[in-house]
Every structure is written in C-alpha cells, then in structure tokens.
C-alpha cells in the first residue's frame, strides 16, 4: 500500500492549487481517503475526509468553502482543491486511507499514509 502526495508549492494569499494522491500496489475501491495537515510547531489536524465511491465529504470548519475534495476511482486518484488560500493553511498535506468505505475525521482512522507535500502561503 503507497499512497503518493504531490502538487504542493508556494503560492500567493488568495490563490489556488489542488492537490493529488495516487494510488499504487491497491486500489482505492471500499477505502475513504482523507487529507490531514501539520503546519510548523503544531500537530497534524484533519482537514477533509470523502467516503467510498465519493457521496459524503466532510471538512475541517476553517477550510470549509474554500477547500473542496473529491475523487477519481478511475484513475484510483484522490484530489483536494484549495481555492482562497491563506497564510495559515502552510502545512505539509498528507494524504490518508482508511479501510472502510465510510467517512472519518481522526488519525487513528486511517492505516496508510503518503509522504506529504509542502504548502507554502505567502505574498
């Protein structure tokens, strides 16, 4: 089980960016996936989670209206599209498995990790 994080960056306030989670050695079938942060000196919060195939999503309420995630089963590949960004979403991103179908929010949760990919807010 390999989960791969990418498209973080450095980006202005008030931007946008998405990032991808890709899948590789499983498929995502039957899993929720969430996103998780952990910006510097702080623990990792959650910050979206979407259930299997994709009908619940749930989000962390600072991010709520301007994050949004969503999933391609096809291509076995789970997106977070940040719009609006501010200076406290820089955090590195991880993204999560959870061996369940249905949604939840805390880390315990989710049995697989990716690496993370670094975010960066700032003008």
């Known amino acids: 089980v390999q989960l791969q994080a990418s498209g973080g960056g450095l980006v202005q306030p008030g931007g946008s960016l998405r990032l991808s989670c890709a899948a590789s050695?499983?498929?995502?079938?039957?899993?929720?996936m969430g996103w998780f942060r952990q910006a510097p000196g702080k623990e990792r919060e959650f910050v979206a989670v979407?259930?299997?195939?994709?009908?619940?999503?749930y989000y962390e309420n600072s991010v709520k209206g301007r994050f949004t995630i969503s999933r391609d089963n096809a291509k076995n590949t789970v997106y977070l599209h940040m719009s609006n960004l501010k200076p406290e979403d820089t955090a590195v991103y991880f993204c999560?498995?959870?061996?369940?179908?249905?949604?939840?929010?805390?880390?315990?949760?989710?049995?697989?990790w990716g690496q993370g990919t670094q975010l960066t807010v700032s003008s």
């Open positions: 999560a498995a959870r061996n369940s179908p249905y949604a939840a929010t805390t880390e315990p949760d989710f049995g697989s």
């Open positions: 979407i259930s299997w195939p994709g009908s619940r999503t």
């Open positions: 050695g499983f498929t995502l079938d039957y899993y929720a």
